[in-house]
């Protein structure tokens, strides 16, 4: 449709450049407000899907206005934005689960990108020292909720197909944001991490649109 490109024009060449500039200035308070901003127009097409088509999608939206939230406390508070973005999580596993049954598909995403979990854990773990505890709950969360979309792929329909990949690009999103947080990185990264971030968030919108 359309106005879902709209939409997804306002999000990468509005919002997205916005909150990068603004938070290069410093001036956060108005690069969150763009970066939430940019997660509620995500946030709006769940809830269209929701009242006009499915029911379920009422669970994708609530996770999705919890992402919104995190997006503005993660730059003041990390480990408060943390625990919404955890919150939204819990909210799309059971959103997925309620979508697609567990499946052989599942259990190879969840060995497959949960060795990977494992694999950069142990490889950083002297840069992330004191903060693994809480690195490790949500990044189980994460994991959780990227299976699940991923095993989404078993519906045979484009709902599946874009919240499986959705959630692959959310995987790439917290992974680029975890090396940027422990390591020197140049700016690029930021780019790549709100258009992985971003693109994430559209596809579970878009995709609620076509159940």
């Known amino acids: 449709m359309i106005w879902i490109a709209g939409v997804c024009a306002v999000v990468f060449f509005i919002c997205m450049p916005l909150f990068l500039h603004y938070k290069k200035a410093l001036r956060l308070p ?56 955890l ?24 060995l497959v990108m949960g060795a990977l979990l494992v694999l950069v854990f142990y490889r950083w773990r002297k840069p992330i ?12 969360s994460l994991l959780f909720m990227c299976v699940c979309a991923l095993g989404c792929f078993s519906l045979n329909n484009l709902a599946g197909i874009l ?20 390591f020197p990185t140049d700016a690029s990264i930021s780019w790549w991490i709100m258009i992985s971030y971003y693109g994430s968030l559209l596809l579970f919108g878009s995709a609620c649109l076509q159940l």
């Not at 995500?42 to 809830?47: E, H, K, T």
């Not at 979508?99 to 969840?110: M, N, P, T």
């Open 30 to 85: 108005l690069a969150c407000s763009y970066k939430s901003t940019g997660t509620l127009c995500a946030f709006m097409l769940a809830l269209i899907a929701a009242i006009k088509l499915d029911p379920r999608c009422y669970i994708c939206a609530g996770a999705l206005l919890l992402y919104a939230v995190a997006d503005f406390l993660l730059e003041f508070n990390f480990m408060l934005g943390a625990g919404f973005f």
């Open 87 to 110: 919150a939204g999580h819990i909210c799309n596993i059971s959103f997925f689960m309620n979508l697609a049954k567990i499946s052989i598909l599942h259990l190879v995403c969840l």
């Open 129 to 140: 020292g004191k903060q693994m505890p809480m690195f490790i709950v949500y990044g189980i």
């Open 163 to 182: 919240f499986s990949c959705g959630g692959a690009l959310f995987y790439l999103s917290d992974f680029l944001l975890l090396r940027r947080t422990i």
